[in-house]
């Protein structure tokens, strides 16, 4: 029988998010208890909040955007690649060394779990360098994904990792826990909110074993 992992993170008032970007907040618009017929909530949040899915209109203007993506490369087989050790930044040897080579999709597992305990926003994240975005792209993966709030460096100077990916057409899925997920092959449904012209989106993102 398969097994299904939430790897998607909760979104609720007061969790963490991207320096910059807008903090979230989900409130009651409507409620039982005050005597209307339903209860209805008001959320204002980024389009990058929480677990999410960068589009190429993210980085490249103009470029394809969220209602637009391919769920063939949204939706298949993914591999999850054991980083845990990795200090600081990931680099195109330690994907080879983790066994990126071959995979159609793969999602970096690092340290990065821990840091959704927190509630404040962690800068010294293990991100992607320049160099391991190239591999990626040499190896024609359709998707990466990571575990926190950005693939790349904090407040990157040049944006090389996200252009980079992005112009080569592979998406982009941040902000996943993989805190109880075991490196290795599975199946990934990651379903972004479909927001006509959006440079982004929150997703649902499921993995399936079995």
Known sequence: MARFIDISVPIHTGMTYYPGDAAVKVEPGKQISSGDVANLSVINMGSH??????????????????????????IGAVRVLDLGDVKGNITRDDLVAAGAEGAERVILKTSNSELWARDDFERGYVFLTDGGADYLV??????????????????????????????????????VDLGKVEPGDYQLVCLPLRIKDGDGAPARAILMEG
């Open 49 to 74: 909040t929480g677990t999410h899915v960068d589009a190429p209109h993210h980085f490249i203007d103009g470029e394809g955007t969220v209602d637009r993506l391919s769920l063939d490369a949204l």
């Open 138 to 175: 040499e190896q024609g993966v359709k998707l990466v994904g990571n575990d926190y709030l950005s693939i790349e460096e904090y407040h990157s100077e040049t944006h090389y990792v996200h252009g980079t990916l992005l112009r080569a057409g592979i998406i982009i899925l941040e902000g």
